[in-house]
T-cell receptor
Framework: DGGITQSPKYLFRKEGQNVTLSCEQN?????MYWYRQDPGQGLRLIYY???????QKGDIAEGYSVSREKKESFPLTVTSAQKNPTAFYLC????????????FGQGTRLTVV | GESVGLHLPTLSVQEGDNSIINCAYS??????FIWYKQESGKGPQFIID?????DKRQGQRVTVLLNKTVKHLSLQIAATQPGDSAVYFC????????????FGTGTQLKVEL
């Protein structure tokens, strides 16, 4: 089945540690995105990538880093510099950047303890 | 998007009734408007989009209306079913503005049996 997979579903991190969230897609999409969702709020864009080896900052990139070494993969690292990392993180992909139909993963809920 | 805190606007409807979910947007340069549905614990799912040069578009059991004069977007769901219970987000896109999607804060739809 084609789709977009995020892992793990739940993640706990101690303060001061970096953590990497996985996102893989087999839809052959060029564009991939990371969003952050906080309770009662919409989705805020962290980073996006138009193509392999390219990525751009979104609206709330501070404290996060990404890489796009393969078309299928777009991992997100939440660094210790992110002041409030507890949130629900969503990865998405689309055929190209700006396509209105984005396909989302199931999300990773990160909790800092 | 503008934060509404921890509590989303909620719309409660009876099963079988029609639902109307509203969204106000701010950017008059947006050229596409999109509706997404997010069920509890899952990622958002594309429902329908509308280009800014249209004022109405219909899909399966859904209709999107766009009023550019007052910058208002609505999603109408006919014969609402329990499976329609979810949070609904509107999003907008400005071509050339990074082609990113900007999401609103969402509306919780509750279908009562």
């Amino acid at each position: 089945d084609g789709g977009i997979t995020q892992s793990p579903k739940y993640l706990f991190r101690k303060e001061g540690q970096n953590v990497t969230l996985s996102c893989e897609q087999n839809l052959n999409h060029d564009a991939m995105y990371w969003y952050r969702q906080d309770p009662g709020q919409g989705l805020r864009l962290i980073y996006y990538s138009q193509i392999v080896n390219d990525f751009q900052k979104g609206d709330i990139a501070e404290g996060y880093s990404v890489s796009r070494e393969k078309k299928e993969s777009f991992p997100l690292t939440v660094t210790s510099a992110q002041k409030n990392p507890t949130a629900f993180y969503l990865c998405a992909s689309s055929i190209f950047v700006g396509n209105t139909e984005a396909f989302f993963g199931q999300g990773t809920r990160l909790t800092v303890v | 998007g503008e934060s509404v805190g921890l509590h989303l606007p909620t719309l409660s409807v009876q099963e079988g009734d029609n639902s109307i979910i509203n969204c106000a947007y701010s950017n008059s340069a947006s050229d596409y408007f999109i509706w997404y549905k997010q069920e509890s614990g899952k990622g958002p799912q594309f429902i329908i989009d509308i280009r800014s040069n249209m004022d109405k578009r219909q899909g399966q059991r859904v209709t999107v209306l766009l009023n550019k004069t007052v910058k208002h977007l609505s999603l109408q769901i006919a014969a609402t079913q329990p499976g329609d219970s979810a949070v609904y987000f509107c999003a907008e896109k400005v071509t050339g503005g990074g082609n990113k999607l900007t999401f609103g804060t969402g509306t919780q739809l509750k279908v009562e049996l």
